[in-house]
């Protein structure tokens, strides 16, 4: 494989196990349902309990809201200050000689949340494991049981990208953009507002099109779809090389497959609205597009 590609076999990770430069993380998060009136659209719940009932021999686990996501908001899994990532990242043993591997359990998205903040750190040497643990089991690989033993302490300095995140204020801008793209990676039903959203007004933000995650992942291999069959996914969407591409979904997560498959394919002018529908839809002053 190309060094540190965005995308890694559990055929070749299992090759590089005991690599002292490799940090394997799983970076599960589950989403249940909040209660009647409490004012938030979910309950996050932390991945940990399925990591330590089995995992990928030598990962640890991150944990997305309790340590990588900015506690000072409502809205769920947005970006910290980089001095606490940093701080976090290097906690966890990653330093700029590290390889980084990235799983989740069911669906990419959590592994690719990841994926992308390390990018707009400025961290270029991590990987998405294609088909994640699902795949590895399902070949027979060996997995572990009980909590992780932890890699040493690092020094994480990062080269943060900003341009990798945008806020509403600059998506509404990009609406009347016509070389900006803007990508909706929910399904189908809550793109076209036809069901209720739990993050307010159902609809998508007026002008985009629809991409969703769904589609760009193989729903039985758990692998991303090849790389001719995602751009024919793009290009019926407008989306070309030439146009830079704000993605978005309900909170920042399920939008950064897009935005992997889009790198994989050479797509380079590319960036995330971090609050997406958990913030537009309870903006009463955004407009929404239905129908």
């Keep these: ?16 196990l005991t690599r002292p430069e490799l940090r394997l993380f799983d ?47 409502a809205l769920r899994f947005m970006m910290p200050p980089v001095t606490q990532l940093e701080a976090a990242f290097g906690r966890h043993g990653i330093s700029a000689t590290s390889h980084v591997v990235l799983y989740s359990i069911g669906t ?18 991590a990987s998405v494991l294609d088909g994640g643990i699902d795949k590895w089991t399902a070949e027979g690989r060996d997995i572990e049981t009980g909590l992780a033993g932890g890699y040493p302490p690092a020094t994480f300095t990062a080269r943060p990208k900003p341009d990798l995140f945008v806020g509403k204020h600059d998506v509404l801008a990009a609406t009347a953009d016509r070389n900006t793209v803007i990508v909706n990676a929910l399904g189908p039903q809550f793109f076209k507002g036809l069901e209720p959203s739990r993050y307010g007004r159902p609809g998508r933000i007026p002008g985009s099109v629809s991409v969703p995650a769904a589609t760009l992942v193989d729903p039985k291999t758990k692998t991303f779809v090849l790389p001719n069959d995602a751009e024919a996914v ?20 399920s939008a950064t497959v897009d935005l ?18 958990g913030e537009w839809a309870k903006d009463a002053s955004l407009p929404i597009e239905t129908g």
Excluded at 1 to 16: G, K, Y
Aim: proline share 3%.
């Design 1 to 16: 494989m190309a060094d540190h590609s965005e995308l890694i076999t559990t055929a070749e990770l299992a090759d590089i």
């Design 27 to 73: 970076c599960t998060a589950y989403l249940e349902p909040a209660p009647a009136g409490s004012g938030v659209p979910y309950i996050v719940v932390s991945g940990r309990q399925t990591f330590e009932a089995g995992h990928i021999p030598g990962a640890n686990f991150l944990d997305l809201q309790a340590e990588f996501s900015d506690a000072q908001t």
């Design 108 to 125: 990419a998205m959590w592994a690719t949340r990841f994926w992308w903040m390390l990018r707009a750190l400025g961290f270029e040497r």
């Design 234 to 253: 793009f290009a019926a969407q407008g989306i070309t090389r030439d146009k830079r591409v704000i993605a978005y979904c309900g909170g920042g997560i």
């Design 260 to 277: 992997l498959q889009l790198h994989r394919l050479g797509y380079h002018n590319l960036t995330l609205y971090d609050g997406s529908m």
